[in-house]
């Protein structure tokens, strides 16, 4: 069964260092979601792809995160400077493009940083 | 604007019991609603959704919820828990009016005890 891929699992980094995180979707899957997930709460968007270009980046705080996807198909999510606020599991999600209706949303396993 | 409430942040059964966990949404459009399961380090794993049609809703390991408009509720019932049933579950909305994004609950643990 296709899954979502994400790398590193686990992330320990000191405050204004920067890290990456890297997500590779389903095959075919033209739409690629990143979520933070604060320990304790349920995941928020931080952006949204559809192919090559961001959908949605309201929640992005973009003075230190940035995203990209260039060929539409692998991401990467960069934090630069890193915060202790910015600990948190980042994950991953792809879809099938909307038609009509949502497409279910695929999950991949998440980064976990550590930002000590 | 949409938003998601669980009601309970932990719900403990017994092996055996009758799992509910409860779900309130707010919404100005009509609806798509989803729960997702998630066990410690992993990522979410989808449970069932509702978009339209029927609203009993099966998902899978014997899980299903109702969506009731009339209540602006989504919640997730099992008859009989399982050990493996233990995990955090997340309830999240989202419309057919944006782009497909999902607003989550804050989640709810679910013990299950032996």
């Known amino acids: 069964e296709a899954e979502v891929a994400q790398s590193p699992r686990y992330k320990i980094t000191e405050k204004s260092q920067a890290v990456a995180f890297w997500c590779d979707p389903i095959?075919?899957?033209?739409?690629l979601y990143w979520y933070r997930q604060i320990l304790g709460q349920g995941p928020e968007l931080l952006v949204q792809f559809q192919d090559e270009s961001v959908v949605d980046d309201s929640q992005l705080p973009k003075d230190r995160f940035s995203a990209e996807r260039l060929k539409g198909v692998d991401s990467t999510l960069k934090i630069q400077p890193a915060e202790l606020g910015d600990s948190a599991m980042y994950l991953c999600?792809?879809?099938?493009?909307?038609?009509?209706?949502?497409?279910?949303?695929?999950f991949g396993p998440g980064t976990r940083l550590t930002v000590l | 604007a949409q938003s998601v409430t669980q009601l309970g942040s932990h719900v403990s059964v017994s092996e055996g019991a009758l799992v509910l966990l409860r779900c309130n949404y707010s919404?100005?459009?009509?609806?798509?609603l989803f729960w997702y399961v998630q066990y410690p380090n992993q990522g979410l794993q989808l449970l069932l959704k509702y978009t339209t049609g029927a609203t009993l809703v099966k998902g899978i390991n014997g899980f299903e919820a109702e969506f009731k408009k009339s209540e602006t509720s989504f919640h997730l019932t099992k008859p009989s828990a399982h050990m493996s049933d233990a995990a955090e579950y997340f309830c999240?909305?989202?419309?057919?009016?944006?782009?497909?994004?999902?607003?989550f609950g804050q989640g709810t643990t679910l013990q299950v005890k032996p």
């Open positions: 919404s100005s459009v009509p609806p798509y």
């Open positions: 999240a909305v989202s419309s057919s009016g944006n782009t497909g994004k999902l607003i």
């Open positions: 999600a792809s879809s099938l493009p909307r038609d009509r209706g949502p497409y279910t949303q695929y």
């Open positions: 095959s075919g899957h033209a739409t």
